[in-house]
């Protein structure tokens, strides 16, 4: 496929999103993670309502109380399943969105104390002004797959929709080619990616 970098040096980028196939790959990941989600959702309410049945009984509670906390949670779960439906929408349609050029201009990774668990967590965040002026935030694990390769400054092009939204212009200065499905880093001369099989961009 031609590209902006035809040669070795991987600088330009990739006209790989514009191939039915790799938008393809796309939309089939994206119902796959769907159809897990759906499948797994009333497993695991049933499992909840079992247990909170069990140990409402053990409690000495009334088969109607319990009735009563099933249906609550019933709702829950109809609104999560609800949320994913819309979530999963809204992902297939910002795969038909162009790219968007721009600059990163924030490439951060700070340490949160969270109170419960008492733990350091690590936070990333990349911030990338569009061309048109328009800033996009990448956050925590998505963040975190650029986070050592992009420096303020660099030119990127963001493809909305991918769990890995970022492709950094000049390649070959960070060396990786990290892939858009999963985030794993790749050498330059793969064209599939070593972890998932996807195609990368190149
Ligand atoms: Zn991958």
Redesign the pocket.
């Given at each position: 496929m031609e590209n902006d970098f035809n040669g070795t040096n991987r600088t330009g980028f990739s006209h790989m999103p514009e191939n039915p196939e790799f938008i393809e790959e796309m939309r089939q990941q994206i119902k796959k993670n769907f159809k897990y989600a759906i499948i797994s959702a009333p497993v695991i309410f049933i499992i909840i309502i079992a247990i909170t049945a069990i140990v409402a009984l053990k409690q000495g509670s009334s088969v109607g109380e319990i009735l009563l906390v099933a249906s609550v949670l019933l709702v829950i779960f109809i609104g999560i399943a609800f949320g994913m439906w819309i979530s999963l929408l809204k992902d297939l349609g910002r795969l038909k969105k162009d790219a968007v050029d721009g600059t990163v201009i924030k490439n951060k990774k700070w340490h949160s104390l969270s109170d419960e668990k008492k733990s350091n967590k690590k936070k990333y965040l990349i911030v990338i002004r569009s061309d048109e002026g328009k800033k996009i935030k990448i956050k925590d694990k998505k963040a975190m797959a650029f986070h050592p390769y992009v420096n303020e400054g660099d030119k990127v092009r963001y493809h909305p929709g991918y769990p890995f939204p970022i492709e950094i212009y000049d390649k070959s200065k960070c060396g990786t080619n990290i892939?858009v499905?999963?985030?794993?880093q790749n050498t330059l001369s793969d064209s599939k990616?070593q972890?998932?099989?996807?195609p990368?961009l190149m």
């Open positions: 892939c499905f999963c985030g794993a990616c972890r998932c099989g996807k990368v």
